[in-house]
């Protein structure tokens, strides 16, 4: 039995912002070069993202089908 609810739109933005993170932590160590103005729209998407899963897994869920 699950402890919580699984939230997808949590899910999305994690990734996004561990996607960033891993980008500027392989610029950090020398391994790639990463444009400073990248974390934005990755950023902002991912999160503009995730409120659109959890807006969809909310109607989901309200109208009993999941």
Known sequence: M?????Q???LVAGLALTVAGILYAG???GLW?????TAIPLVVGG???????GVVT????RRGGG
């Open 27 to 29: 610029d950090a160590a």
């Open 47 to 53: 999160l503009c993202l995730a409120g659109a899963v």
């Open 2 to 6: 699950l402890r919580h609810e699984f």
């Open 33 to 37: 070069r990463t444009p400073w103005f």
């Open 8 to 10: 997808p739109g949590r």
């Open 58 to 61: 909310h109607a989901i869920r």
